[in-house]
């Protein structure tokens, strides 16, 4: 059985169109676990709403530690936005308990999977044997006919995440060998229950983006892979302003980018900090040119790990911002038994 975790925030608009695709899938077994992060909008109702509509059991809960009724959709609510790690770790506590799930789908709430991939996924884990995290194609929402990513890899003196094949048309492009893999796009990455057991929940600290960077290089001797023939369509940055197919990024993202980059290569990589602070000063140096001077100026406040400006500040809730912006206490990982500080491959 595979534990699908979704983690929803202002996700209404988008939510209904993941979960009739994840109704639609064929030949496996789901249990969807969607943790709402005190969402500001629709998005509680809308899946109270579709699951009536299409006659979908739920159960509803405040507690991710406690199992309740054995029904498709858990939905859990958490009192505050923590972040994105926050929530999937909510989903996976709850998840974890079940002890038919030895699968854990964290899916972002703007993808759409075609109906073979939860199968897919499923087959390529039975048939791999033990590994860390496996991911699968991802292409754009807005243009089925690019690839947004085939998993990831780190560049060895910049610390830039890359989306492997990025833009690439599906037909052409075969997707990449495991070992040139870093890290695996956090919009749609499956872990096995031994990497959970062994590495522990996501780590809390980024707020948003290098999550699922950070924890892929706690994996050990785990591999990742990827399973060739599943697809999932992501729409890409929807509640947050991610740079996607002909739009810029937004200052929101680009503070967390640059910020957590730095934090996470002085966590796993801090020899090449002063060379990865060069070049990313250097590309926000062309941000002006562009225009984008408020995005510069978020880009150049997160890369110095200050606070952020008002414009990016103004778009987390207060009740959200002590996670956010570094006062509440967040879980960092399981840092005491990193067994891969420097395994990724640069």
Not at 154 to 183: F, K
Request: charged letters at 20%; aromatic letters at 8%; hydrophobic letters at 40%.
């Amino acid at each position: 059985m595979i534990g699908v975790i979704i983690v929803t925030y202002k996700s209404a608009p988008v939510i209904v169109g993941c979960l009739d695709s994840l109704l639609a899938s064929e030949g496996a077994d789901l249990r969807i676990v969607i943790c709402d992060n005190a969402s500001p909008d629709d998005s509680v109702a809308t899946v109270r709403a579709w699951a009536e509509t299409n006659g979908v059991s739920i159960h509803e809960t405040a507690d991710p530690d406690t199992q309740g009724p054995d029904t498709m959709v858990t939905l859990i609510h958490a009192p505050v936005n923590g972040g994105f790690a926050a929530g999937i770790n909510h989903g996976l506590r709850y998840a974890l308990e079940d002890p038919r799930c030895d699968l854990f789908w964290l899916l972002n709430p703007d993808c759409e999977v075609a109906p073979g991939t939860a199968a897919a996924l499923a087959r390529r884990a039975e048939a791999t044997g033990p590994f860390a995290l496996m991911g699968c194609r991802i292409l754009y929402r807005e243009a089925p006919c690019l690839i947004q990513s085939d998993g990831g890899r780190i560049r060895r003196w910049s610390g830039i995440c890359e989306n492997i094949n990025r833009g690439a048309d599906p037909a052409h492009v075969a997707p990449p060998p495991t070992e040139s893999l870093d890290y695996i796009s956090g919009a749609s990455v499956v872990a096995s229950r031994r990497f959970v057991d062994a590495v522990g929940p996501m780590p809390e600290d980024y707020f948003l983006y290098y999550e699922e960077v950070d924890w892929a290089a706690r994996r050990g001797d785990l591999p990742l892979v990827m399973c060739d023939d599943a697809v999932v369509h992501h729409h890409g940055g929807t509640a947050i302003g991610s740079g996607a197919v002909n739009r810029r990024a937004s200052p929101l993202s680009l503070y967390f980018t640059y910020r957590n980059r730095l934090r996470y290569l002085r966590r796993h990589r801090p020899l090449i900090l002063p060379m990865a602070y060069v070049a990313a000063l250097a590309r926000i140096a062309k941000l002006p040119a562009q225009g984008a001077w408020g995005e510069a100026k978020a880009a150049f406040l997160g890369l110095h790990q200050m606070p952020p400006p008002r414009s990016v500040r103004d778009t987390v809730s207060p009740e959200a911002r002590p996670y956010a912006f570094g006062s509440a206490k967040a879980n960092p990982g399981r840092t005491g038994t990193d067994r891969a500080d420097d395994m990724l491959s640069h």
